[in-house]
Structure formats: C-alpha cells, structure tokens
C-alpha cells in the first residue's frame, strides 16, 4: 500500500489545516493508519492513529496533540484526515502517514509550517 500525505502549507499561530493521507494499491480500508511528524533537528514523533473496519474508532493521540487534533478515515474514499486545531509554532514539521505498525516506508510528506 502506497500512501500519499498532501495539504500541508503555512498557517499562523492559532489556525487549523486539514491533511489527507490516500492510498493507491493494496486493501487500505483493512489497515490502521497513523501519522507522524519530523520537525527541524528533532526524531520523528508519533502525533496520531486510528484503527479499521470495526476499529474505526479507535482513535489515538500523542500527548502534544490530545485535545487539538482529530484523525478520522473515510472508507468509501480510502482516504484519512487529520484535522488540526489550535496550531502552535512547535506542530511546524513534515507530516507523513503511514499503514501501522509503521514498517519504514514513509512516502513523501506534506509540509506544515506555523509562524507567530
């Protein structure tokens, strides 16, 4: 399964974007999907997670993102969101999504930047 991370952009302190992550080839809908980030100089991190078919609501979240953004899917567009509120300086980084466990094929991510 290939996924595809797009949405990302420049954003001020205290706004929203929305990422999509779609997936080409494979059963995408049978997969539970997260996504991380890269921030400058720092190791990826785990931001958020959510399950498939009837695990679709497990939803999961760093501790940095609790309360600020929400995973959901789509299953009939086989496709995942990432809705982020409340954007901080700290959230600027590539965002990436991946089938989980993560098994180290990351795909070409999308930028987020957030000035102040």
């Known amino acids: 399964v290939q996924l595809q991370a797009s949405g990302g952009g420049l954003v001020q302190a205290g706004g929203s974007l929305r990422l999509s992550c779609v997936a080409s080839?494979?059963?995408?809908?049978?997969?539970?999907v997260g996504w991380y980030r890269q921030s400058p100089g720092k190791q990826r991190e785990y931001v958020a997670s959510?399950?498939?078919?009837?695990?679709?609501?497990?939803?999961r979240y760093g501790d940095s993102v609790k309360g600020r953004f929400t995973i959901s899917r789509d299953s009939a567009s086989d496709t995942v969101y990432l809705q982020m509120n409340k954007l901080k300086l700290e959230d600027t980084g590539v965002y990436y999504c991946?089938?989980?466990?993560?098994?180290?094929?990351w795909g070409r991510g999308t930028l987020v930047t957030v000035s102040s």
């Open positions: 080839g494979g059963i995408f809908r049978l997969k539970a």
């Open positions: 991946t089938t989980m466990p993560p098994n180290g094929s």
């Open positions: 959510i399950g498939a078919g009837t695990g679709i609501r497990d939803t």
